[in-house]
């Protein structure tokens, strides 16, 4: 195994490419920008096509396009940016699109955009969320593949931190040519005039001759597969939980933040643990719950950059057993493009220990 | 049914095998049937029905994916000419056409189909002009024509309230990327021979690699121009094409 130095973007990228991703198309937005320009580089030179978008829609339609053949497919951009591609991200949902979205966000303000989607219709997006480069790549394989198992599109919630972070990663993991699912659905043109051609539409309903579904049956299957999703793919990373009495809620790079806080508390008696949801969505509700109703755990709190949008998903888990409190805030530094000063250990640290501390008076 | 010479037979006498049911949603008088079959007549001539895939916007026309023995994708409003660029680059060998309506394509759609003509993008853009919104009732697009009948300009189009029509067509034609722009009609026997060939070259520019090509085909809507339809032909006669003047607006560079 060969171990490279390696900027976040680049290892996402040539994860992409490794996990065998062979379109890309996006439009320039910061931070997202640095994706874009590594997936310049790494796709033409490997057999993929790269296109520089005019607006992000036309980016996420081409995407579902090259998607529709069977081709796992990408696109990318920031919250910002994103919130334009809603109504598409939800086409390839109802569709039973593959599609992997990259999200280098500004900071967390775009956890309801992520877990909640501004589509219409019955859909989910799964949505995963790395703490750091190497994350990064394991989650862009991941993507590709639970993109293709569930025939929806898949959500990784990066930001500038990870994209500009260099670190080592492995240089060509064994992953590369690592069989894709048959993917019976995938339009190639074939099937016109054999009586059975194939049409996408999120209806459903077939042809003349060969009805489909319908549009009720069909998206009720497609909200049935979600739920499938939601008790089978629900990840979570956590630390010292086993006897916490405080256990504080982090998402993405704000984890490994909190993790460094609370591994130092605890290395001074603070019985303190962490518990990060790898996927927002399906949000790993039920370990949380457990969490929250064992014997030791006294509160939850939850640090997140933004006014208060994971916390619903932490309340509806814990679900009364124990308080939930906030200790996070809208943090966002002056460039606009990256966390404020909340993504701080010395705050953090001041306010788990307060919060503790309340709770013992 | 068999014909020696298929540009000689009449165009009333052709059902395409191809099309499942004859049935459809259309209006008496709506062009969009002429349409569907030349589209259709023109994948079998080019023995493109078992390698082509259309990508369909949303009006009257949409039906076409439910009765016509042929791949398709039924796309977001206004969105195909991005969802056949992402095919077309994925399937080079594959003949990639949009299906749209002039509300699709130059109302909603208009960046998809100048980026993608910009980019002289290996596909084929059809257009079924026929100057309204017809699937919502009959509102004016932004292909409407001044003095034209819609639901929301029944005085007409004017100028000094709506603004003029955009000629896309015309805009397409005069891009480096465009291998092929015509504008075509079905109001009448010669003007769908002619429409008929306008596809045949379009096709045939995609699959020689000439870059972008688009047809748009003017098409009757009597019900949305609240004219008797015996009169939509004539309508479309005096009040579109003397604004949309039909014609090879870009021939092939190549023949």
């Known amino acids: 195994m060969t171990l490279v130095l390696r900027e976040g973007y680049d290892a996402i990228a040539a994860a992409a490419v490794d996990a065998g991703c062979r379109f890309f198309a996006g439009y320039p937005m910061l931070p997202f920008t640095g994706l874009l320009d590594a997936f310049a580089r790494e ?135 690592a069989t894709e699912p048959d993917k019976p659905w995938a339009l190639d043109g074939s099937t016109g005039g054999t009586g059975a051609s194939k049409v996408v539409w999120t209806w459903r309903q077939g042809k003349h001759n060969t009805p489909g579904p319908g549009p009720n049956r069909h998206w009720q299957h497609v909200a049935d597969k979600y739920d499938q999703i939601a008790t089978t793919e629900a990840r979570h990373a956590g630390r010292h939980l086993d006897d916490a009495e405080h256990v504080v809620v982090s ?71 124990v308080p939930v409190h906030a200790i996070g805030g809208v943090s966002q530094d002056e460039s606009g493009m990256r966390q404020g000063e909340l993504l701080d250990v010395d705050t953090i640290r001041e306010r788990i220990l307060a919060a503790t501390e309340g709770a013992r008076r | 049914m068999t014909h020696a010479d298929p540009t000689m037979r009449k165009v009333a006498d052709f059902a395409p095998a191809l099309f499942q049911s004859t049935e459809h949603h259309l209006c008496s008088g709506c062009g969009h049937p002429v349409a569907w079959r030349l589209l259709i007549e023109v994948l079998e001539e080019l023995q493109l029905v078992d390698r082509s895939i259309g990508v369909v916007g949303h009006g009257c026309y949409t039906q076409i994916i439910t009765t016509a023995d042929v791949e398709f994708l039924q796309c977001l409003h206004g969105r195909a000419p991005a969802v056949a660029t992402g095919m077309k680059r994925m399937l080079p060998d594959r003949a990639i056409y949009t299906l749209q309506g002039d509300g699709d394509m130059v109302s909603e759609g208009l960046a998809e189909v100048l980026h993608a003509a910009a980019r002289g993008e290996s596909i084929t853009c059809l257009m079924l002009d026929n100057g309204v919104f017809g699937d919502t009732g009959g509102q004016m697009t932004a292909a409407t024509t001044v003095g034209q009948r819609t639901k929301t300009s029944l005085d007409g189009r004017s100028e000094q309230e709506h603004g003029y029509p955009i000629p896309v067509a015309d805009i397409v034609a005069s891009f480096p990327g465009a291998a092929y722009v015509a504008r075509g009609a079905v109001d009448k026997p010669n003007a769908i021979a002619r429409t008929r060939r306008y596809l045949r070259e379009a096709f045939a520019s995609q699959l020689a690699g000439e870059g972008f090509s688009l047809v748009e085909i003017l098409t009757m809507c009597p019900t949305g121009w609240a004219v008797p339809t015996d009169q939509g032909a004539q309508y479309q006669r005096d009040q579109v094409e003397s604004t949309f003047g039909l014609g090879e607006l870009r021939p092939r560079s190549t023949t």
């Not at chain 1, 290395?267 to 969490?291: A, C, K, M, N, Q």
């Not at chain 1, 064992?294 to 640090?303: G, I, K, N, T």
């Open chain 1, 43 to 177: 796709l033409p030179r490997n057999d993929g096509v790269w296109i520089q978008a005019d607006t992000e829609i036309e980016g996420a339609n081409m995407a579902l396009g090259a998607a529709a053949t069977g081709a796992r497919a990408a696109t990318g951009s920031t919250g910002q940016g994103i919130a334009l591609m809603q109504e598409t991200i939800a086409e390839a949902a109802l569709n039973e699109l593959p599609l992997v979205v990259f999200n280098m966000a500004r900071g967390q303000q775009d956890y309801f955009q992520t877990t909640r989607g501004g589509g219409w219709g019955d859909y989910r997006t799964i949505a995963l969320a790395p703490a750091s480069v190497v994350e990064a790549a394991e989650h862009t394989r991941l993507a590709f593949e639970l993109a293709d198992r569930w025939l929806t599109p898949v959500i990784l919630y990066g930001d500038h931190m990870i994209g500009f972070t260099q670190t080592t990663v492995e240089a060509a993991p064994d992953h590369r040519g």
């Open chain 1, 251 to 321: 998402f993405g790079t704000t984890g490994a933040f909190v993790d460094y806080v609370v591994d130092e508390l605890r290395r001074e008696g603070h019985r303190i643990g962490t518990f990060r949801p790898v996927t927002l969505w399906p949000f790993p509700s039920v370990t949380l719950g457990d969490l929250a109703r064992s014997a030791p755990c006294r509160q939850v709190l939850v640090h997140e950059l933004n006014a208060g949008q994971m916390i619903d998903d932490v309340r509806i888990a814990v679900n009364g057993a």
